[in-house]
């Protein structure tokens, strides 16, 4: 089944000879970071092996929140929340930004005094998150009835639309002298000397200083095949989305069986708040051993199996050169089979709760796979210093489900540090170096947990 329809980008037709800067993945984290860098006068190419935002950046719920953030992510999203807020304005078109809040339903005792926690975070960082009752929350469902005891209402928690965000960052991109290049993979990093010289793409050569990989699921076996080392796997997660609702509620809500939020075309996207599914891969075993503190508290409920993702890791290329086709031209765009019977479940769960709900029809379904760190907080560093690294190679990946909503501000962070400029906030938890110099990974634990 095909993916979300994306907003149409238009690939520049020549492939420049030199740029300043290449960025490798056209999703959301690479066209904010490549805004960026054009807007402080740098010239800059994207290079896509298939189309823009057409993975994970236009596959995931739509939410642009603050709440239930790591921690460690928590200056970084503050920051992204700002830039959405301008970002329509900046790049000159819509991205269906709107911060219309989520509620967050407690349907426990244990939740409730968990959520209150939250809402004391957040109201640490001036956010106006507060404990509602269970009336409030569900003022604006009409007749949904839910075994809940209060929320946490957030109202500063919006959405965006993921068809609709890359792509028009890349737009404006090539507005400000960038260019953006679909359909085509790059093969390999250019490096003399210990540094970036250029890439080698699947049409001809770049020349370039710099190199910001923003790979996504894809950036472990970009890096592998360079000898540097980046401890990413995979999980699976399925959406749908519904019919117009006229005048249905502007809220975005979730419950323990599932989240929905209102989308610009008047229905909803939908999604169980339930954990991912994980389909065993050959990287599985290679890296047990570095995810397993995640096992003990993230993971607790990932629902596991085996399947065709196995089979297609034992085929994938770890190793190639620059005149092979590599895995990223056999595969340009990752578009996994959705979940029917798992996400119709949770379309029947909704409509049991909200009988609006119930002449609605599911227009799609699809899934997306997610890149996992495993201390599920993003990697938004420079590679030069650890095992094979190399001056010039920077990388943004690895957000763990998280990526959407902190795009903007990740793409600023990358970009402070590869022009020098003071980062917008501490990049020391987001360093590659931490799987490597001997900190703790794992997960945070206590209210942290997602």
Known sequence: MPGPKLDP?????????????????????????????????????????????????????????????????????????????????RVEAETGYRQSGVTYTCASDDVLEEEKEWADLLQSY???????????????YEGMDLPIKGALHNPKDGRAE??????????????????????TAVRMIDVKDGRVTGVITEHGRIACSQVLLAGGIWSRLMLDNMGIYLPQLRTKNTVLRTSPMEGGPE??????????????????????????????????????????????????????????AFVDGLKTKRKWSANDVTPFEETRIMDPQPETAFIDKVFAQVSARWPKMKGMKIEQRWAGIIDV??????????????????????????????????????????????????????????????????????????????
């Open 9 to 89: 980008v238009e690939s520049d037709a020549v492939l420049p000879k030199a740029v300043d800067v290449v960025i490798i993945g056209g999703g959301i984290a690479g066209t904010c970071a490549a805004l960026e860098l054009v807007d402080r006068g740098l010239k800059v190419a994207i290079c896509e092996k298939g189309e823009i935002g057409a993975e994970q950046s236009s596959r995931n719920w739509g939410w642009v929140r603050l709440t239930h953030r790591d921690p460690r992510e928590m200056p970084l999203m503050v920051e992204a929340v700002r830039m959405w807020e301008g970002l329509n304005e």
């Open 126 to 140: 001036q956010i106006p998150a507060r404990m509602i009752t269970r009336e409030e929350a569900l003022a604006e």
């Open 373 to 450: 760190l495993p201390d599920v907080i993003p990697v938004i560093s420079g590679t030069e210093g650890v095992k094979n690294g190399v001056k010039g190679l920077f990388v943004s990946t690895g957000f763990s489900g998280h990526g959407f909503g902190l795009g903007p501000g990740a793409g600023r962070l990358v970009a402070d540090l590869m022009t020098g400029h003071p980062p917008i906030v501490d990049p020391t938890p987001f360093r590659l170096h931490r799987f490597s110099d001997g900190s703790k990974i794992a997960p945070m634990s206590g209210i942290t947990r997602r």
């Open 162 to 183: 993921p068809q609709k965000a890359a792509p028009a960052v890349a737009r404006a991109v090539q507005a400000r002298g960038g260019s953006v290049h679909q359909n």
């Open 251 to 308: 809220g975005t809500i979730k419950f323990r069986e599932f989240a929905m939020r209102r989308r610009m075309d008047g229905g909803y996207t939908i999604a169980s708040s339930a954990n991912s599914r994980y389909e065993i891969t050959p990287d599985s075993f290679r890296l047990f051993g570095a995810f397993l503190p995640a096992l003990k508290n993230e993971w607790r409920g990932l629902r596991f199996g085996f399947g065709s």
